[in-house]
C-alpha cells in the first residue's frame, strides 16, 4: 500500500513526507477495519464505507489510504503539535498520533455516537487510547483540546464554521474538503490574521457533513422532457420559468479545439469554468426518465451553467487514433449559439491561460468582512465567510 501512494505521479504523492510515511508502515490498518478483508483494508485508492442510514446512504467510512496520506501531507504535521481531527474512524487519528508523537496531542470528535464508540474501542485495542474521542456536531468545534496547530476535516463542508478558524494557533492549519458551486477540493490552509490562505487544493470526495451546518444544494428540474436536473451550491436562477422552453430548442454543438490527454489531471479546468462562469451549476439526468435530448459524457455529473433563457453543458469526444479527448458544448436555448461561444471561450483562456499552473489562490473571510474590501477576483459569500478565488495573472 505504502509502496503505490509512493509511486510518482500518484495525486497528492508530493505532500507524502517522511514522517507520514513512517506512520502509514507503523499503525496496522486492518486492525481499525474489522468490517474489511485484508485485501479491501490495504487497498490504497479506496475507502471502505462503515455505516449506511436508511435516508441519506453512507455517513461514515475509513476514508482511501491515498486520501489520508495526501490531507495528512497538506497539514504539514510536526512532532508536539495539538491535533483536531473531525470525523472519526480511528486509523487516521492513530496516523496522527504517530506524527505528533508522545509530545503531541490528538483529539478526534464525531457527531454519530455509534462512529465514536467504535473509534474508541480500535484506538483502545490499538494501544492509541491517548487520542481523546468527543461526540459532538463539530460545527462548534471542540474546547478541550484548543487550541489546534491543525484541524482536519475528513467530512464534505461547504462553509468553514466560525470555531475552526477560532480554535487555531496563529499560523495553524486547516485542511478541509469545501465544496463551491458544487465542486469539492481538499484545501489546505494556513490562518493568518483571522483569515485563511490557501496553499494546495486537490481533487477528493466525501460524505458530506451533518448537523447545525449541514446545506443542500438548490435543485431546478428543467420542464419538457423531465430528465434534467440542474444543481446550484450558492446562487440559484432569479428567474428559473425563463427555461422553460430552453429544451425545445434543437442543441447546438460546439467544438473548442482543446484537448487533453485522458491522463491529464483537469481540476483546474473545473474551478475555472466554475468561478468565472456565472451560472455555473452541475447537471444531472435522470436515467429512468432519459430521452437522449441531452448527451453528457456521465449522466450523474456534467459541468454546465445557464444565462436568461440559455443553458449549456461541457463535452468530451474521443481524437481518433489518439489517446486524446476534445472539449466541446452543447447549449439550447433563443440565444444558444452565442452561449455555447462564451462558454467555450472560457474552455479556451484556461487553455491558454491556466492550463498545467498552480489553480487560483483560494481565501476565506469572515462573513462580517465588507465584501468591498475583499480584492479577490470572484467572491462567493456562504453562511460565515466569503470565499474568494484569485487566479495567476497570465
Ligand atoms: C469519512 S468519515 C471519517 C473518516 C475518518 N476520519 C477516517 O479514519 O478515515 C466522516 C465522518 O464525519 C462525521 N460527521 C459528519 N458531520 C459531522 C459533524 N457535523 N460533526 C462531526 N462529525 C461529523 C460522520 O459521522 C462520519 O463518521
Redesign the pocket.
Known amino acids: 500500500m505504502v509502496a503505490e501512494l509512493c509511486r510518482p505521479g500518484t495525486v497528492g504523492g508530493e505532500f507524502l513526507s517522511p514522517r507520514v510515511e513512517q506512520a502509514l508502515r507503523t499503525v496496522p490498518r486492518h486492525l481499525?477495519i474489522p468490517e474489511a478483508d485484508l485485501e479491501q483494508a490495504y487497498a490504497p485508492f479506496s475507502?471502505v464505507m462503515?455505516?449506511r442510514d436508511e435516508e441519506q446512504g453512507y455517513?461514515?467510512?475509513?476514508?482511501a489510504p491515498q486520501?489520508?496520506a495526501m490531507m495528512l501531507g497538506q497539514a504539514d504535521l510536526r512532532p508536539g503539535q495539538r491535533v483536531l481531527?473531525?470525523?472519526?474512524?480511528?486509523?487516521?487519528?492513530a496516523l496522527i498520533a504517530e506524527v505528533v508523537g508522545p509530545e503531541g496531542e490528538v483529539t478526534?470528535?464525531?457527531?454519530?455516537p455509534d462512529?465514536t464508540a467504535r473509534?474508541r474501542e480500535l484506538l483502545a485495542a490499538g494501544g492509541y487510547d491517548r487520542v481523546r474521542v468527543v461526540t459532538?456536531?463539530?460545527?462548534q468545534g471542540v474546547e478541550e483540546g484548543a487550541s489546534y496547530d491543525a484541524i482536519?476535516v475528513?467530512?464534505g463542508a461547504w462553509d468553514v464554521p466560525p470555531a475552526w478558524i477560532e480554535q487555531l494557533t496563529e499560523g495553524g492549519r486547516l485542511v478541509v474538503p469545501l465544496r463551491v458551486r458544487g465542486l469539492t477540493r481538499s484545501i489546505g490552509f494556513v490562518e493568518h490574521d483571522g483569515s485563511l490562505h490557501s496553499t494546495s487544493a486537490l481533487m477528493c470526495g466525501?460524505?458530506?457533513?451533518?448537523?447545525?451546518?449541514?446545506h443542500r444544494e438548490t435543485l431546478l428540474r428543467l420542464r419538457g422532457t423531465g430528465e434534467i436536473v440542474l444543481s446550484f451550491d450558492e446562487e440559484a436562477p432569479e428567474e428559473p420559468h425563463l427555461l422553460d422552453h430552453a429544451v425545445r430548442t434543437p442543441r447546438v454543438e460546439l467544438w473548442t479545439g482543446v484537448r487533453v490527454t485522458l491522463r491529464e489531471l483537469i481540476d483546474t479546468l473545473q474551478l475555472y469554468l466554475a468561478t468565472t462562469l456565472p451560472g455555473f451549476c452541475v447537471m444531472t439526468v435522470d436515467p429512468a426518465l432519459d430521452t437522449g435530448t441531452v448527451a453528457p459524457n456521465s449522466t450523474r455529473f456534467a459541468m454546465a451553467a445557464v444565462e436568461g433563457g440559455d443553458f449549456a453543458y461541457l463535452v468530451t469526444r474521443r481524437v481518433e487514433g489518439e489517446e486524446l479527448v476534445e472539449y466541446g458544448v452543447h447549449a439550447f436555448g433563443p440565444t444558444a449559439e452565442e452561449f455555447a461561444e462564451r462558454v467555450g471561450l472560457r474552455v479556451r483562456e484556461w487553455d491558454r491561460d491556466q492550463r498545467g499552473g498552480p489553480g487560483p489562490e483560494i481565501r476565506v473571510y469572515p462573513v462580517s468582512v465588507p465584501v468591498d474590501r475583499l480584492p479577490e477576483d470572484l467572491v462567493v459569500t456562504k453562511r460565515h465567510t466569503h470565499v474568494t478565488f484569485s487566479w495567476p495573472t497570465p
Open positions: 481499525f475507502p462503515t455505516k455517513v461514515s467510512s475509513v476514508s486520501i489520508q481531527e473531525v470525523g472519526s474512524g480511528g486509523y487516521n487519528a478526534t470528535v464525531d457527531i454519530d462512529i473509534a459532538a456536531d463539530a460545527a482536519i475528513t467530512a466525501f460524505v458530506p457533513m451533518r448537523g447545525a451546518d449541514d
